[in-house]
């Protein structure tokens, strides 16, 4: 899997924040992230700049790190589940299959 260069990183900073972001990409733009601390900065920026405005309004608290971390986590978990699904979705189909099968040779088909 070929690793975002920082220039993209940065481009898709707002589709990230956005939920716009889909498949590998989400791992990439993550792993990239942890490692380089110029687009965590950037990232840390449109992020304050977005979700913070709203913090400020309703004079909640907020942890600027904690957030981001957390929904770092919650991007990845959501690309982890969806592979849990397709996975299983595989699963289904392949044991249908199989009983079809076992029922048509079964019934002499």
């Known amino acids: 899997m070929r690793q975002l260069s920082c220039k993209e990183v940065q481009r ?20 990239h992230i942890k490692s380089c601390p110029s687009c965590k ?7 304050l ?14 942890n600027l790190e904690k957030e981001l971390t957390g ?3 919650r991007a990845l978990k959501y690309r982890q589940r969806k ?3 397709r996975a299983a979705l595989v699963i289904y189909e392949t044991l249908a299959l ?3 099968t076992v029922i048509f040779l079964y019934t002499g088909g």
């Open 83 to 85: 592979l849990q699904r």
């Open 12 to 31: 898709i900073i707002p589709d990230f924040l956005g939920e716009g972001l889909r498949g590998h990409d989400i791992v990439r733009f993550v792993e």
């Open 71 to 73: 929904y770092m986590d």
């Open 98 to 100: 199989l009983i079809i």
């Open 49 to 62: 700049s977005s979700e913070g405005i709203s913090h400020l309004e309703t004079g909640t608290s907020f």
């Open 41 to 47: 900065e950037e990232l840390s920026i449109q992020y």
